[in-house]
């Protein structure tokens, strides 16, 4: 089946600690993206990834970092620098043929 | 930066009730998208509109691109249980600088009561 995995679905974290949150597609799309979701509230653009090997910083890019190594793949690392992490995280890709993104299931991250 | 007004930003209505909600911009978009979120769960795509004044249907679901194209509307139909959930709006500008980045409303929360 073609789509967006997340893994994994809960995520704990504990304080000074940094951790990955893993996003894979195989749906052959170029641009992938990383937004954070906290209750009650709208999704916010953390960093998005346009081709292979470049990313760029989006609203709320403190304290995440990101690689793109490979097309399918656009993993999040949520460091000991972001100070309130405790969000659901969810992974996108873009459909440039369609104009429009496509998410996957989403991670659910907690502080210890 | 850009934003979206979406309103209302909770519903509650009864089981049968059409339901009505919309986004305004500051600016325009090439592109609307409307998308529904249940709990835990990530944003799955409902209707996507590319034109202004565009009308588009899917099932009980109408969307339209505002001729402004600086608005958008979804109207549900004859609401059912299976229609809770937190409904999204997104704009999306395409050029040289923004690329594929999208613009997203902060959530329209429905709840349907049987």
């Known amino acids: 089946d073609g789509g967006i995995t997340q893994s994994p679905k809960y995520l704990f974290r504990k304080e000074g600690q940094n951790v990955t949150l893993s996003c894979e597609q195989n749906?052959?799309?170029?641009?992938m993206y990383w937004y954070r979701q906290d209750p009650g509230q709208g999704l916010r653009l953390i960093y998005y990834?346009?081709?292979?090997?470049?990313?760029q910083k989006g609203d709320i890019a403190e304290g995440y970092s990101v690689s793109r190594e490979k097309k399918e793949s656009f993993p999040l690392t949520v460091t000991s620098a972001q100070k309130n992490p405790t969000a659901f995280y969810l992974c996108?890709?873009?459909?440039?043929?369609?104009?429009?993104?496509?998410f996957g299931p989403g991670t659910r991250l907690l502080v210890l | 930066g850009q934003q979206l007004n979406q309103s209302p930003q909770s519903m509650f209505i009864q089981e049968g009730e059409d339901v009505s909600m919309n986004c305004t911009s500051s600016?325009?978009?090439?592109?609307w998208l409307w998308y529904k979120q249940e709990p835990g769960e990530g944003p799955v795509l409902l209707i996507a509109?590319?034109?202004?004044?565009e009308l588009t249907s899917n099932g009980r679901l109408t969307a339209q691109f505002g001729i402004t194209r600086k608005d958008s509307f979804l109207n549900i139909s004859a609401s059912i249980p299976s229609d809770v959930g937190i409904y999204f709006c997104?704009?999306?500008?395409?050029?040289?600088?923004?690329?594929?980045?999208?613009?997203f409303g902060e959530g329209t929360q429905l709840t349907v009561n049987p």
């Open positions: 509109l590319y034109k202004a004044g």
């Open positions: 997104a704009g999306q500008l395409r050029g040289e600088t923004s690329g594929s980045r999208l613009t």
């Open positions: 990834s346009q081709i292979v090997n470049d990313f």
């Open positions: 600016s325009i978009f090439n592109t």
């Open positions: 996108a890709s873009y459909s440039s043929l369609q104009e429009t993104q496509y």
């Open positions: 749906l052959n799309h170029d641009a």
